[in-house]
Structures are given as C-alpha cells and as structure tokens.
C-alpha cells in the first residue's frame, strides 16, 4: 500500500462514499480507483476489433462440407 496525501473534493468524497457503499475514505477512494481501471479497460477493447486477430477459414475449421445442388436449404426459426 502506498500513503499519500491528496486534496479531494469534499462533497464529491461525500457523495462517493455513499454511491460505492464503503464505509471508509480509503475503500471508497480504493475502488473508484479499481471501477476507473475497469472502464478504461472495457473502453479500450474496441481497439482491438476488426485487426485481424484470427485469419483462419472458418468453413474449413469446421468441416463444412459443399452443398450438392439438390438439397433444400435449411430454414431459419425466427
């Protein structure tokens, strides 16, 4: 654990205390700290979509095999 001393926004400490449910400053500021972390982290993981992380072929992962030209195609339930 680190000690420090910081100036904070009474009311808004206030106001988190309540909100987060903690009983002490320290909790309270601990998991704004961790909920702050969180969401960045969650915002940050529309960085990584569409950057080709997987270039397999996913018919070939799964065996499909061709449809011959007489088979129905399959119905979808709505």
């Not at 940050?44 to 095999?65: S, T």
């Amino acid at each position: 654990m680190k000690r420090t001393n910081v100036v904070l926004d009474e009311e808004l400490l206030d106001e988190a205390v309540r909100v987060l449910g903690r009983k002490t400053y320290s909790a309270t500021i601990n998991l704004a700290l961790e909920e702050a972390v969180r969401m960045r982290k969650i915002q940050e993981l529309g960085k990584h979509f569409g950057k080709g992380l997987w270039a397999g072929d996913l018919a070939e992962m799964r065996e499909d095999k061709p449809r011959s030209g007489n088979q129905k195609p399959i119905k979808k339930h709505s």
